[in-house]
């Protein structure tokens, strides 16, 4: 059954942990805030990380083979860390 006009849809089974990470310089850039305003309408509690309000900049869309990678990878490893519940 279609939501009705305006309603986002609920994605009442997607419980996990969402992190959006937005490069300065991704194609994604322009509209990654539509993405995470979709998700939180939707019901999900995502955490958008815009690496340009940290200091990381300039990076594409495929942030993972840029000469910075290791430390993007520790930022997402630091969130993690702090959401994910720890294993006894």
């Known amino acids: 059954m279609p939501s009705p006009a ?3 849809r609920k994605l009442a089974n997607l419980k996990m942990p969402i ?3 937005m490069s300065e310089a991704s194609y994604h850039a322009p509209y990654d805030h539509c ?3 979709y998700l939180r309408q939707a019901g999900a509690q995502p955490t ?5 309000d ?7 869309h495929v942030m993972m083979n840029e000469k910075n990678n290791k430390e993007i990878a520790a930022v997402i490893a630091q969130w993690l860390g702090k959401t994910l519940p720890a294993k006894e």
């Open 6 to 8: 305006g309603a986002a």
């Open 48 to 52: 958008f990380m815009r690496l340009a």
């Open 35 to 37: 993405t995470v305003k």
């Open 19 to 21: 992190l959006v990470v």
């Open 54 to 60: 940290i200091g990381i900049k300039g990076n594409s």
